[in-house]
């Protein structure tokens, strides 16, 4: 039904789709899943919970004292991300689209959609304890490294994220002269600045939160592939995968009596905060 290059295409087009909404998440979940086709309703991520370290004293901090465990939280695959376009034979002689790549592309942008609000929806009042006043001004936003130092969280290992609208009243603080890069108009990303490893847009924060810094580690954010139950049922499959390890599943099929053809993707996907650290900003 498609060639190879059809369907190449269509799965760098999907990516495409994918990394608009996702690039703010990458600072904070490394690799989204290192196997991204393997079975199981939940994938366990390593935490680390480290004390902080000191001088070596035999029998009470040397090598085999005073180690802390590596833990193992399961996030669980509770979310299932699936959407569907479908065109009559007619729709598709008297239109000029690439169904394949256009229509890839623009799922993948609603799954990714999806994905990322569920990840920011987890940092509301009930499962974060920790929160700040949310900065105007310039002072105010370089005054963030306090809050940080106030509850022992390290800034250059924090995403800032904030929603539109203060991002859009960070931006007002700056000029293209300090931020030097185009991330922040086509990502809304800007990597380094004061302190952080990043700050971030995000339009999918909870209500009644404005922004938080989020420690890396500190949120489990995993994927993996909805593959077909029966193999070589559908005319055409593949998948999209980020650079991050994000991936979702491609399947096409036609209705002989509608006359219809229908292409659809889908993620199994899930996040948890893993550990406390997240400051809500209100």
């Given amino acids: ?21 996702l690039a703010s998440l990458k600072f904070f979940a490394h690799d989204f899943s290192p196997a991204t086709d393997r079975p199981f309703a939940g994938v366990q991520v390593p935490v680390y919970a480290l004390s902080a370290a000191a001088d070596f004293e035999e029998g009470v901090n040397d090598w085999g004292h005073a180690a802390n465990e590596v833990d193992g939280v399961v996030v669980t695959l509770d979310k ?3 959407k569907t376009l479908t065109l009559n034979d007619v ?9 394949l790549r256009d229509g890839s592309r623009a799922i993948a942008d609603v799954i990714a959609h ?3 609000k569920a990840v920011y929806q987890t940092i509301n009042s009930t499962n974060v304890e920790l929160t700040a006043t949310m900065p105007a001004t310039k002072a105010a936003f370089a005054g963030l490294m306090k809050v940080c130092d106030d509850n022992n969280v ?9 929603d539109p609208e ?13 931020i030097g890069t185009s991330e922040a108009v086509k990502y809304g990303v800007i990597e380094n600045l004061y302190g952080f490893r990043a700050v971030v847009m995000t339009s999918y924060l909870p209500a009644g939160t404005k922004g938080a810094i989020i420690p890396y580690n500190t949120v489990g954010i995993v994927s993996r592939l909805n593959k077909p139950g029966v193999a070589g049922a559908y005319p055409a499959t593949w998948t999209a995968t980020t650079d991050d390890g994000f991936s979702i599943g491609f399947r096409v099929f036609e209705s002989l009596e509608k006359g219809r053809v ?6 199994l996907f899930g996040s948890k905060l893993l550990q406390p650290g997240v400051i809500r900003l209100v």
């Fill in 1 to 21: 039904m498609f060639s190879d290059l059809q369907l190449k295409i269509a799965s760098e087009t999907a990516v495409l789709g994918l990394q608009k909404h």
């Fill in 80 to 82: 299932h991300f699936i």
């Fill in 91 to 99: 729709q598709l002689g008297e239109t000029d689209i690439n169904f």
């Fill in 114 to 116: 999806a994905a990322n």
């Fill in 154 to 162: 390290n800034p250059y290992e924090c995403v800032l994220a904030l």
């Fill in 166 to 178: 203060d991002f859009g009243a960070l931006l007002a603080t700056l000029d293209y002269a300090i």
């Fill in 262 to 267: 229908y292409m659809g993707a889908d993620c």
